[in-house]
């Protein structure tokens, strides 16, 4: 350890005259992912609880490179940073790197003041579903399609099966309670920061960090370290909080430790490719 590291790693624990802090969460991935790559409070609570608890604290700061993913799952992280930002009187500012959209636009939201940088993506306040339908493959093949539920509604646009315009009702039912929430999530946090006029804003449209500032969904343009080094001067420290480690369990000699089943590959394998998928909607 250098003597200056020393320095600050003592006054940190005295609390006297040591430099102030600025706590770094880096939310990076695709939001509810399965893995050591989503985006799950589960994955991010203990990160989360460690930020708010460093020494000599000023402010958190997110890092945001992330496409989106589950609505719920962003809701809970946002919820989670917001109620520790209220309970210990910390101010929180975001910073989106490459892309913070739909649910990475949902975690901005946890900053009291949004960042970007000119040639980000951000945006993108709407809901989508996607999939596909079968049903002639399975008719070529010779193979009958059987599907028997208890209640009307169980199933839900069955691929396998013809498209039912009563399903596609209910699907974009939900989808506008999800779109409702996502828009009063934005206001409630924007608030009269927000272009009222743009009509754009909640069309599911992605913006360059550049336009989304003169919309109101950010504050600035700036990276984090000097918008925290102009905020709190320059002998700042950001200090990076990481999530646990959780290594993967392969059989060992004497350790008793087990080796991954297919089923755990397979899945692995999946979530990448859903993963790429994600990222490729902007070009990344």
Known sequence: MALQDLKHWFLDRVGAGAPPAVAV??????????????LTLQRLAGMIERAFKLPNLKAVALSINSPGGAPVQSALIYRRIRDLSAEKKVP???????????????LLLAGDEIYADAASLLGSIGVVSSGF?????LKRLGVERRLHTAG?????????????????????RLQHELHETFKDAVRERRGAK??????ELFEGEIFTGRRAVELGLADGLGDLRGVMRARFGDDVRLRLVMPQRSWRRWRVPGMGATRPDLVEIVGDIWSAIEERLHWGRFGL
Request: proline share 5%; aromatic share 10%; no cysteine.
């Open 25 to 38: 969460l880096r939310l990076e991935g695709v939001i509810g992912m399965r893995g050591q790559r989503g």
């Open 92 to 106: 929180v500012f975001a910073f989106a790197e490459d892309v913070a959209a739909s649910g990475g636009y949902w």
């Open 133 to 137: 339908g079968f049903p002639e493959v």
């Open 152 to 172: 009307r509604d169980k199933s839900l646009l069955d691929p396998f099966l013809a498209e039912d315009t009563r399903d596609v009702g209910r699907l974009e």
């Open 194 to 199: 927000l272009a009222r006029e743009a009509p």
